[in-house]
Antibody, heavy 120, light 106 residues
Framework: QVQLVQSGAEVKKPGASVKVSCKAS????????MNWVRQVTGQGLEWMGW????????GHAKKFQGRVTMTRNTSINTAYMELSSLRSEDTAVYYC?????????????WGQGTMVTVSS | DIQMTQSPSTLSASVGDRVTITCRAS??????LAWFQQKPGKAPKLLIY???SLESGVPSRFSGSGSGTDFTLTISSLQPDDFATYYC????????FGQGTKLEIK
């Protein structure tokens, strides 16, 4: 079964960093690009960035310039998103999502989400 | 940046109704548009890609149309499972989501 399984909820203090993992199963991680999307409770979806998993190339939304880092460990089929200098406004559910050429390059498979709470 | 505007923000309808949600892009995105359904506490689910292509496994009562800047998602006959929030997303230049349309039971 093709799925993305994310790491568990995190609670962080302002100024800290958080690293969320996204493990792919049922397919090879490097065959598809991975994207990261977040959602503040009760609000809409916000795209953060992407990673081409075979080359390691990345891109991100301007809003997250200098704060977001996407990496991967192909040996364990896992992608990571690290967000630094956390502030209260970063409290949100973070999703990984696969971009699929067979679904017109749309995000066809999503992780279950990781809740990140930033609080002092 | 490309902005996506959905309307309405909230839609009240009954089982069996035909409903339409619209999405407008701030500039032409050709047909690089997707529609997602999201239920509380769950990840979004892809319904439509390339503006009008139905994702595998999605019921045929869902359909999408449009190109350029104006797009619609239509549900031909609402089922109880369809009450959820719907988002459009452009992927012509990076990615931007609409603000969402909450479909409620009337």
């Amino acid at each position: 079964q093709v799925q993305l399984v994310q790491s568990g909820a995190e609670v962080k203090k302002p100024g800290a960093s958080v690293k969320v993992s996204c493990k792919a199963s049922g397919y090879s991680l490097t065959s598809y690009d991975m994207n990261w999307v977040r959602q503040v409770t009760g609000q809409g979806l916000e795209w953060m960035g992407w990673m081409t998993l075979n080359s390691g190339d990345t891109g991100h939304a301007k809003k997250f310039q200098g704060r977001v880092t996407m990496t991967r460990n192909t040996s364990i089929n896992t992608a990571y998103m690290e967000l630094s200098s956390l502030r209260s406004e970063d409290t949100a559910v973070y999703y990984c999502a696969r971009r699929s050429p067979s679904s017109g390059d749309a995000f066809d498979i999503w992780g279950q989400g990781t809740m990140v709470t930033v609080s002092s | 940046d490309i902005q996506m505007t959905q309307s309405p923000s909230t839609l009240s309808a009954s089982v069996g109704d035909r409903v339409t949600i619209t999405c407008r892009a701030s500039q032409s995105i050709s047909t690089w548009l997707a529609w997602f359904q999201q239920k509380p506490g769950k990840a979004p689910k892809l319904l439509i890609y390339k503006a009008s292509s139905l994702e595998s496994g999605v019921p045929s009562r869902f359909s999408g149309s449009g190109s350029g800047t104006d797009f619609t998602l239509t549900i031909s006959s609402l089922q109880p499972d369809d009450f959820a929030t719907y988002y459009c997303q452009q992927y012509n230049v990076y990615y931007t989501f609409g603000q969402g349309t909450k479909l409620e039971i009337k």
